[in-house]
């Protein structure tokens, strides 16, 4: 079974400029959330998805949005980056939303510059 | 939310059982107790959760106070591959998990 894929693995964009990252989730999960960890705060939650509607967010500005498909892949979008938005942005999938293991991607590497 | 706390660092000796504590004193009724770590250059990985009994899976066991204010993560032979950053997470029915800044767990040969 193949695990929880994220695309790009490194990106590189500049000030001002917008992003979307992809998210495909394990065969079969219906849930997916979304994760920011840069080295000063650590794993930060973003957004969870389930049946292509938001179910949860975090303390995140509206420039962080995201959506999720019908086949449960998943994307976020951040508009307007800030240096700040530098970091490893993660992708966890579940079967369902209740309490229950999450598989996490290997992360897109968001460099702004 | 609920917070924990843990050490920043624990060292173990390899082929030796391992405890880490965390406490978590404001937990709600309804918070599950979830313990992920996070290898180098990798994601996160589940490792074990529990609500009030005492879990075992194939990783790791969690013992969980009687009052729910405190548990433990209990690897019971570490090798140099459970060298990781190890989160306890409070959650409650969702998968909205709050990290921590976790415990850096250090596996000495």
């Known amino acids: 079974k193949a695990g929880v894929t994220q695309t790009p693995r490194y990106l590189i964009k500049t000030r001002g400029q917008q992003v979307t990252l992809s998210c495909s989730p394990i065969?079969?999960?219906?849930?997916v959330s979304w994760y920011q960890q840069t080295p000063g705060q650590g794993l930060q939650f973003l957004f969870e998805y389930f049946s292509e509607t938001q179910r949860n967010k975090g303390n995140f500005p509206g420039r962080f949005s995201g959506r999720q498909f019908s086949n449960s892949r998943s994307e976020m979008n951040v508009s307007t980056l800030e240096l700040g938005d530098s970091a490893l942005y993660l992708c966890?999938?579940?079967?369902?939303?209740?309490?229950?293991?999450?598989?996490f991607g290997p992360g897109t590497r968001l460099t702004v510059l | 939310d609920a917070k924990t706390t843990q050490p920043n660092s624990m060292e173990s000796n390899e082929e030796e059982p391992v405890h880490l504590p965390c406490n978590h004193s404001?937990?709600?009724?309804?918070?599950?107790i979830h313990w992920y770590r996070q290898l180098p250059s990798q994601g996160p990985e589940y490792v074990i959760h529990?609500?009030?009994s005492n879990v075992n899976n194939r990783m790791a066991s969690l013992a969980i106070a009687e009052d729910r204010k405190s548990s433990t993560l209990i690897l019971h032979r570490a090798t140099l591959r459970d060298a990781a950053v190890y989160y306890c997470i409070l959650s409650r029915n969702n998968n909205d998990m709050r990290f921590g800044a976790g415990t850096r767990l250090t596996v000495k040969p």
């Open positions: 065969s079969g999960h219906r849930s």
């Open positions: 966890a999938s579940s079967l369902v939303m209740t309490v229950n293991e999450q598989f």
């Open positions: 404001t937990i709600s009724g309804t918070d599950y």
């Open positions: 529990g609500l009030t």
